[in-house]
Nanobody, 114 residues
Framework: QVQLVESGGGLVQAGGSLRLSCEAS????????MNWYRQAPGKQRELVAV???????NYAESVKGRFTISRDNAKQTVTLQMNSLKPEDTAVYYC????????WGKGTLVTVSS
C-alpha cells in the first residue's frame, strides 16, 4: 500500500522560507520520480517540481530559482525547499508519485502573507 505523508506547511510572510517534506512508503522509492504539485484556491492543480530517480530536477517557471527539490533515498523522503516566497505561492502542496497509477498525499497548506 503506497502512502505519501507531507509535512512542513504553515504561515509565512512574503520573502520568507519554508521546507516541505514527503515521506513515502509502499514503493521502491529509489527507482521512482517524485513530484510536488500545488493547488491554489479556485485554480487547477499544477506541477511545481520533479526529481527523477537519477536526481535530475525540473521546475515550473514560476518557482525557478526560488524552490529546490531534493531526495534522500535512504529515508524515502523528498523535500521541497521554498525560498523568497510570494503571496501567489499560497496553495495546498501535494506530494505525488506515479507507480502504476498516480498516488497523492493529503497535502500541506502553505500560506504566504503580504
Amino acid at each position: 500500500q503506497v502512502q505519501l505523508v507531507e509535512s512542513g506547511g504553515g504561515l509565512v510572510q512574503a520573502g520568507g522560507s519554508l521546507r516541505l517534506s514527503c515521506e513515502a512508503s509502499g514503493i521502491i522509492f529509489s527507482i521512482n520520480a517524485m513530484n510536488w504539485y500545488r493547488q491554489a484556491p479556485g485554480k487547477q492543480r499544477e506541477l511545481v517540481a520533479v526529481i527523477t530517480s537519477g536526481g535530475s530536477t525540473n521546475y515550473a517557471e514560476s518557482v525557478k530559482g526560488r524552490f529546490t527539490i531534493s531526495r534522500d533515498n535512504a529515508k524515502q523522503t523528498v523535500t521541497l525547499q521554498m525560498n523568497s516566497l510570494k503571496p501567489e505561492d499560497t496553495a495546498v502542496y501535494y506530494c505525488n508519485v506515479f507507480f502504476e497509477i498516480n498516488y497523492w498525499g493529503k497535502g500541506t497548506l502553505v500560506t504566504v502573507s503580504s
